[in-house]
Structure formats: C-alpha cells, structure tokens
Nanobody
Framework: QVRLVESGGGLVQAGGSLRLSCAVSGHSFPILSLGWYRQAPGKQRELVASRTADGSTNYADSVRDRFTISRGMTWNAVTVDLQMNSLEPEDTAVYYC?????????WGQGTQVTVSS
C-alpha cells in the first residue's frame, strides 16, 4: 500500500521560510515524477514544483527562484522536500505531495501553509 506522509507546514510571517517534507513508502513501481501541488481557498489546485526520474525540475512561475524541490531517500522511503523561501501571503494554501507511477498517481493528505502579512 502506497503511503505519502507530509510534514513541515505551519504559520510563518511574510519573508520567512518553511521546509515541507514528504515520505513515500510502500510503492513497488518506478516513480516517474514526484512533487508538490497546492490549493488555496476558492482556487484550483496548481502545480508548485515537480521532479522527474531523470532529475529534471519544473516550477510554477510564481515560485521560481524562491522554492527548491529535492529528492532523497531514507532506509524505507523516498523523500521529496520543498524548501520555501521569501514566502508571500499569496503562498498560503494546502500543499499536497504527489507521486506519479505508470498507471496511477498517489497523493498525500495535505499540509497547511499560512503566510501572514
């Protein structure tokens, strides 16, 4: 059973930083890509950052140069982190980790990020 566990959300002042982490375990398929989406109240879910299996990264224009996605491993999980710097109130949203396999995508439960002005 694939499991994605997110951590690191919270409340921060504008200009501050947060680091989101996601641990992916229980998968037996190749991961084609992984990354983070976010959804603000009243808005559609949008891609924030992604990383493909060959290491290519993609960022939303609004976060480019402020956010950095990275992939790692622990003894029992693949991890995908999102370092968020120079946070703005517009970054306030629920952030979701995802993993793309050949046949299905898997999602985490979401973690709230709130940036106060």
């Amino acid at each position: 059973q694939v499991r994605l566990v997110e951590s690191g959300g919270g409340l921060v002042q504008a200009g501050g930083s947060l680091r989101l982490s996601c641990a992916v375990s229980g998968h037996s398929f190749p991961i084609l890509s992984l990354g983070w989406y976010r959804q603000a109240p009243g808005k559609q879910r949008e891609l924030v950052a992604s990383r493909t299996a060959d290491g290519s990264t993609n960022y939303a224009d609004s976060v480019r140069d402020r956010f950095t996605i990275s992939r790692g491993m622990t003894w029992n999980a693949v991890t995908v982190d999102l370092q968020m710097n120079s946070l703005e109130p517009e970054d306030t949203a629920v952030y979701y980790c995802y993993v793309q396999g050949r046949q299905s995508d898997y999602w985490g439960q979401g973690t709230q990020v709130t940036v106060s002005s």
